[in-house]
């Protein structure tokens, strides 16, 4: 499959880095020669440096032989014009652009389809999304909601926890509920898709699936009491926070949004009526006091600053508040983020990245779930008449080392299967698998 | 640093060789030599201590970092041209010092050789000799990421470290891909002049090794007299264009065999046909009256200019006792070389052009200190840092050369051999001057010199940069 990125920004870089390592051929399109010249030294990709609306640059980027463009610029008027260009003068059947600032309507999208745009991303939209998915699952975890009815949790184990240096096995045998451990990080950096042998040790990051009605128990198991949410604290009152604060409030719920640009908390406070906006820094001690963080049942760090995000997290959870949940897209502010005391991360570049490499599954595959910046994939599919899983026990798969069928959903019922289960057609299923077997398991079911 | 990973990749590397070596075998067979043993030997411990290498690297995980990529492309030339020299040692019975320098001399693509009587030698031998060169035309390492795409980006630093020119053009968006079209250019335009020295009167095996010297730049001819041997117009003529499309840019090569003419339209290739077009014009004015009439005088010059200028080293006529003009003029070649790209070695053409551009500038800047002029090639403008690194890569060659001219000197050789000698490995041109010149070889130097200039081959195929990084103490540092 051809692909032509324009813009090699953290999402574009990202997006490459993930596909050409699944052989796929991508080119990119970079402005900015610096970043052009680290993309080349870095990406086993084709790196073109020019203006991603310039119809030669386009053609040597491989338009005419390339069966997807995608527009993640750090503009939206580049992002719109390129796939106009790309739409009167190529065929390329999927064109996908990113969108930040422009909020549409249903109309505004009849009109984006009219110039050529298959698919929009709205990564603001994304995050402030998964934020509100994570705080009314408790906060307590990173989390994943599948299309079947269940979720993946990931969390941390640390010194206190009951899970540590136990087998598999052996965790099984004490929770004795139905769930699966479908992914572990260890300290290391290696990524695992664990068997019933496998010791979860200290530091490891693991990742439970489970039906949505026995996580809780599992998290709580862990060491994490569910609560009730009914304070809230919002850092940042950009795009995202504000929308978060909109899908975050009702319910009874206390919700403060605190910035330090007085004129948008105005401009916020007009729009938001049931929600306290507070002008103020998150670098300042004193506020912490005066709005009684501590108390908090969450806070939301979500300004553009990723160092303040982790900080003020961090100084959240110190000062008492009961959860954190920290935005973050710089790969080793979320690795120590997982590690130090944040609860939960939201990070804006790996769920616009994880809803593009959806919509470039799609067909069979109905869902895609990256984590760890693309280590592994949970892929969410039907399994079709041409599959060659059908009617096969899943232990006889012949499914690449480091894959895991981890549930599937038959007739409405949710099941965690065993080695013994038998594949049908039209079961829905999740399958776990490590990035380097993508392409593999992709041409399986 | 990945040490394990390493281990793994010169396994694979060493496993590939022994492969190829089974190519001799054949021609063991059809010359009835007893060659046959001694190879099987070699080829199988090649291939035992490449699977205990395999095991032994099992599992390493598969990222490179830039140091890696230096260590891991130094390393396996040196390896690869020790595991080489098993033949000779074994077939000629040649001391190491003499087995080592030849397949260095070979994979570099050098042709400096110090055999004496090379008929006498078993032919087998002799096209394991000629395969060394085509192995290390393109690329030992070039071939591996394009057969094992187990690297993924990783390859990227190997091929950069191993690749001639200051930059690697990619011609498709997956290196793989790129390094499997090079070789598929290649082995194409490799066949072609295989058939066409067949038509001219050669046997298989003559038009085979001849073929490799020439599309890998090398030089080494299984004839005592080089091409001289065959004393036919045709097969100089044949050899001339090719070792001049050898010295080209493959990447131009592979979009020319798949019609994009529009390649040819290349700042660097046009450069290079003007240089190779005025030294023959002058070579051959200025041989006159050795050769008498002006078409002898254009072949034997056109031979010498561009077998030296693309650092191959065939030779069809004894050139030390051309005029000082003309032998001048091939002194001054051996420092430019090929293109970027080709199999050729030297300072390259696309280097020496970039300088000559930035110093019209400079020249430029001192009549309008405050003008703007920027350095262009192919239209694309040409940054600093890249003009700071071929400077210092500039530098760092003349300098090399010099000292290894030295330390030759050293050991009572005379000046024009010391230069010649160092410029020529260095090069990986093969012949020099005075008595290591056309119809002379490196058998009779001292063995430490061997050593010396086997090093100068290897710091001038891996562009100086790759083999002096891991020799710095900050290379060792965290």
Redesign the interface.
Known sequence: M?IVIAGAGGVGYHLAKQL??E?K???IIEKD?DKAIFAQ??????VIQGEATDLETLKQA?CDKADMFIAVTNSDEVNMVSCFVVAQHFNIPKKIVRLRNIQYSKEDYFSLKNIGIDYIINPEIEAAKSIVNTVNFGASTDVIIFGIDLQMRGFQIDDKSPFKDKSIFEIKKEINKSFIISGIKRENGDFIIPSGFTQVKKGDYIYIIAKHDTINDIVEYSGKSSIRIKNIAIFGAGNIGVMAAEGLAGKKRNIKIIDKDYERCKKVSSILKNITVIHGDANDAELFEEEEIANFDVVVTATDSEEINLLSALYSKNIGTKRAIAMLDKYNYIMMANKLDVDAVVSPKLTTVNSILRFIRKGRIIGVYSIFSGEAEALEFVVSESSKLLNKAIKDTKLPEGSLIVAVERDGKNIIPDGNFVIKQNDKMVIFTKKENISTVEKMI | MNYRLIVKFISILIIITSIFMVSSIPFAIYYSEKTIPSFFTVILLGITVGVLGLVAGRGAPNTLNRKDGFLLVSLSWIIISAFGSLPYILIAHLSFTDAFFETMSGFTTTGASILTNIEALPKSLLFWRSLTHWLGGMGIIVLTVAIL?ML??G??KLIKAEAPGPSME?I??????TAKYLWLAYIILSAIETILLLLGGMNLFDALTHTFGTMATGGFSPKNSSVAYFNSAYIDWVIIIFMFIAGANFSIHFRVLTGKLKALKDEELKAYAAIVFVAILLVTLDNLNIYKNLLQSLRYSAFQVVSIMTTTGFVTADYSKWNGFAKTILFILMFIGGCAGSTGGSIKVIRIYTLFKQAINELKYNIHPKGVFTLTINGQIV?KNIIFSISGFFFLYIATFFIVALLVSMFGIDILTSLGASAATLGNIGPGFGKVGPVNNYAWLPSTVKWILSTAMLAGRLEIYTLFVIVTPAFFKK
């Open positions: 051809n050409s390592e052989k051929n991508i080119s020669l030294d870095s990406l086993d990709c084709l491989g | 795409p993924g980006i390859g990227i990619k498709s968006p997956r290196i793989a891909e940054r």
